[in-house]
């Protein structure tokens, strides 16, 4: 207390000589963006409000890309199984070195007399004997659909009862050829970094998705759970070997957005797929060690394509921003923090965090109250972990660190060579 | 060498093979009593029905007295005939080398003879068959009431539709130790009302025995606990709970599937497990599943007892009458009289008598009932003599229609009583004041007539026996 008194005159003129240093970087990218995305959840609100709704119920098939998940497939299994789904509805379990991983073979076989009592619902269960990798067992799927409409999760993900009805609606216009579904994290209650998690989730997922949604831009369909035309996966010839096959799946199919017509890929907020995240620290900072030296790879990849001509304006801008906020914005942040203590005085870093602190904190409490309102499903879950946002700002640079990391791992040590998504005898032959 | 006559029957003359080593018959009617020798082709070539037509053949043949070992063989296999059929698409040196087989098996059956009677015509055939095809075997058929037919059996018992029981007769021979189990075939279960296999399990609901339910599967919400059918829930294409009105999303955070249950759609009435009975087809009864009775299908091959009978000639009809346990052999019997007679020496209160019945006219009665009601009669028969005899009573047959019973500590009064009593049941056999069955008893008392005698045997009873 003594010390805030005796510091208030330097705190004071240090707060005022921040904001005026933070002020060109508000206002002419985290204010635009901000409001981009507040503007684009009204957008997309409204269109919701006037959509009149028109049942379309083709043929899915739901790729379920299995590995060593045990006994957990199960509950991937009952919840596909419980979909209010009036059409029809196969399950493609593939268990990718099942050889090895004969629980989840067995636990998959063990929901097949339960699949026989649904009608309008079958399962097949292919097993690839020896590992593959994801990418492997995602194609065989999809070689293997019969279905109008792909979806493709992971093994261990769960489903509201009316993820299937919700996203194939949007399928009726012929111009969608995928749907981004939302994501929630199942074990959000059981620390606090689950617990941040959830809040990043509903943030960067929920928020973020609805704008981008409005303007045709959704930037990314994840692997966990997507939703895709099977025509169109054909048209890109399925997913590519490597790491982020999302991400890469999703540049490949923008690039027939300017060459095919009103092409589109839409968020549906309401379509949900429930993941586990990581429980602890450590845990978490590994998983995006590898998701954020994933991008790096993945724009090495695609530069070619990361054109006007061929992902439209919106998708260019988008990538653009998304470039910045992934390549760019994590080590200037390391590097701004490095000035800052090293170059500042003391006090001085302390009242800039701090604003900055307040900053997104007051940022990340509007939208996350503006989303809760607008369109969350479950409020009663999402407003108390309200209390949990002071913490964001903190968990937020921590992550942005993580990916500076990340980054320069790649670039420097072909990280995703590392990459748990295939076996390495797989990984050291991919081309890309 | 023997020579066989070889003979062809066509079921459909118009797509008959072409035949120049074969006699061709047109009725079967034409070459039945003639030869001991003749061997049957039937060309199956364009046949409608055949196997009805086979076996009409085949019973006409079956039935005759002086015929019915005659071998028979298809051109072609025709299901549902393996059973009675000595072969089908076999060359003509391999139905003889059969035929000669069979003829060799009965070189010593006086054939004609043994075709007299029925179950001695039918184990005959089976003993000619040992080499070739030795089991009874029963085949499926689902008109029949035990799901099972012997069709080797019906051929002889004369049998058309499938109300007659072949399985009366097989069991009747089986009693009478002629022929024996040999494999365990299948399983059925009965009704026990009217023994038909022709039942349908139906689950039931388990308040008012209707079987017009439907399951319902149920929910069961986390918010307030409420546990209802899921169309309770349904709202469109959501899951909305009917009590507290939360929208269910996601199982096993939201709600959960307790269980199935069912719903009946007459008394309303919730329930786990619906009861499952069986419905006779025939009667319409029924039946709780433990109730049902349980038959086991076997295929049946000849016994040592069969073959001797076979040999002999002659199946005693002991085994119809007298219980089995105190039957004995005609020398352990004269035995067991020469002990009494001992016993009658030294101690003069050991007194016992004897008594003979003779039935006669068995096979005229066997014409006029015809085999089935004759075994019948004689069931009945069986059933009033074993009433009439005690535990200590024990019985022989010195020929096929003539018993012995030896009554222990039984005065001559007694076993004339007893014998009355016998005569008496003439009356009762016999319906409609017709003399079918002929019944004739006598009482003996032999002491005095054999105490000085070395040794009773059988020639002494027959003896005795002529007296009446």
């Given amino acids: ?432 | 060498m023997e020579q066989f006559n070889m003979v062809r029957v066509a079921l459909n003359p118009e797509y008959a093979a072409a035949n120049t080593d074969y006699r061709e018959c047109t009725a079967i009617e034409s070459i039945l009593g003639q030869t001991h020798n003749t061997v049957l082709l039937i060309d199956v070539t364009g046949a409608e029905n055949a196997a009805q037509s086979i076996f009409a053949v085949v019973q006409k043949i079956r039935c005759s007295g002086h015929d019915y070992l005659m071998p028979v063989f298809l051109t072609a296999d025709v299901p549902n005939t393996e059973a009675y059929i000595d072969g089908c698409a076999l060359s003509t040196a391999e139905m003889l080398a059969i035929a000669k087989k069979i003829k060799e098996t009965i070189k010593n059956v006086d054939v004609i003879k043994n075709g007299q009677e029925l179950g001695l015509r039918f184990i005959t055939y089976v003993y000619s068959r040992k080499d070739t095809k030795p089991h009874i075997v029963p085949t499926v058929c689902i008109e029949s009431k035990n799901l099972y037919e012997y069709e080797a059996v019906r051929l002889f018992i004369n049998a058309g539709g499938y109300d007659s029981d072949s399985f009366a007769f097989i069991n009747k021979l089986r009693d009478k130790k002629l022929i024996v189990n040999e494999q365990l075939i299948d399983r059925i279960r009965v009704c026990p009302y009217c023994s038909s296999g022709h039942t349908n399990y139906v689950d039931f609901c388990p308040v008012c025995d209707s079987i017009d339910f439907e399951q319902k599967k149920m929910l069961h919400c986390f918010t307030c606990g409420n546990v209802a059918p899921e169309e309770e829930y349904r709202n469109a294409m959501a899951l909305i709970c009917p009590k507290c009105n939360a929208r269910l999303r996601h199982i096993g955070s939201d709600y959960d599937r307790p269980l199935e249950s069912y719903v009946c759609n007459k008394c309303f009435e919730l329930f786990i497990d619906p009861v499952v009975a069986a419905v006779c087809l025939d009667c319409g009864k029924k039946i709780a599943t433990d109730r049902l009775i349980t038959k086991q299908i076997y295929s049946m091959t000849l016994s040592d007892a069969g073959e001797a009978a076979v040999i002999r000639g002659r199946i005693d009809l002991g085994a119809d009458i007298f219980n089995q346990s105190r039957h004995l052999d005609i020398n352990y019997f004269c035995h067991l009289l020469g002990w009494m007679v001992n016993l009658r020496r030294r101690y003069s209160d050991e007194i016992f008598s004897l008594v003979c019945i003779r039935i006669d006219k068995l096979l005229e009665s066997e014409n006029y009932l015809g085999i089935m009601q004759l075994e019948k009669t004689f069931d009945e028969l069986g059933t009033r003599i074993r009433d009439m005899l005690r535990d200590t009573d024990l019985t022989t047959n010195s020929g096929t229609n003539v018993f012995w019973i030896l009554l222990p500590r039984t005065p001559l009064s007694g076993g004339q009583i007893l014998t009355s009593r016998l005569k008496g049941l003439e009356k009762l056999v016999n319906s409609d004041n017709r003399r079918y069955i002929s019944i004739a008893a006598k009482c003996f008392d032999i002491f005095d007539d054999v105490k000085d005698e070395g040794k009773i045997t059988e020639q002494l009873l027959k003896e005795y026996e002529k007296s009446f």
């Fill in chain 1, 1 to 432: 207390m003594f010390e805030i008194i005796m510091f208030q005159p330097i705190i004071n003129s240090q707060i005022i000589s921040s904001m005026l240093t933070l002020a060109p970087f508000i206002i002419f990218f985290e204010l635009p963006w901000t409001l981009f995305v507040v503007f684009g959840m009204f957008k997309y609100k409204r269109a919701l409000q006037h959509e009149r709704y028109q049942p379309h119920y083709p043929a899915v098939s739901c790729i379920v890309c299995c590995y060593s998940e045990g006994k957990n497939v199960i509950k991937t299994i009952e919840s596909l199984l419980e979909q209010i789904y009036p059409g029809k509805m196969e399950i493609i379990i593939v268990v990718d070195g099942a050889k090895d991983n004969q629980e989840t073979l067995f636990a998959a076989k063990s929901m097949m007399e339960m699949v026989r009592k649904y009608p309008n619902r079958t399962m097949k269960i292919l097993p690839k004997w020896v590992r593959g990798g994801l990418v492997s067992g995602a194609n065989l799927g999809l070689r293997n659909a019969t279905g109008e409409i792909v979806i493709r999760v992971d093994g261990d993900s769960s489903f509201d009862n009316n993820m299937v009805e919700r996203a194939a609606r949007h399928f009726k216009d012929p111009s969608v050829v995928g749907v981004s579904g939302n994501l929630r994290v199942r074990n959000a209650d059981k620390t606090i970094w689950t617990k941040l998690q959830s809040i990043e989730y509903f943030l960067g997922i929920t928020s973020s998705k609805t704008a981008l949604s409005a303007f045709n831009m959704v930037n990314n369909i994840s692997g966990a759970f997507g939703i895709f035309r099977k025509s169109i996966i054909q048209q890109v010839q399925g997913w590519d070997a490597g790491t982020a096959e999302d991400l890469d799946i999703t540049l490949r199919v923008k690039a027939h957005f300017t060459s095919e017509l009103n092409y589109r890929i839409v968020f549906d907020h309401e379509s949900v797929c429930h993941t586990d995240v990581p429980e602890t620290l450590h845990q978490y900072l590994k998983q995006r060690m590898r998701w954020e030296g994933d991008y790096y790879y993945i724009v090495s990849k695609h530069l070619y394509t990361l054109r006007p001509k061929y992902l439209g304006w919106p998708n260019f801008i988008g990538a653009i921003i998304r470039m910045i906020t992934n390549l760019v914005l994590p080590p200037m942040n390391f590097l701004f923090l490095i000035v800052l203590f090293v170059f500042y005085p003391m006090a001085y870093s302390i009242a800039l965090l701090l604003v900055v602190y307040i900053f997104y904190l007051v940022l990340n409490t509007a939208l996350y109250i503006l989303t809760v309102v607008l369109f969350s499903e479950r409020p009663e879950e999402d407003w108390p972990r309200i209390i949990y946002l002071p913490l964001m700002p903190l968990f937020m640079v921590l992550s942005r660190l993580n990916a500076f990391l990340a980054n320069i791992w790649e670039v420097v040590g072909c990280g995703h060579k590392d990459s748990t998504m295939a076996p390495w005898w797989v990984l050291r032959k991919t081309k890309f």
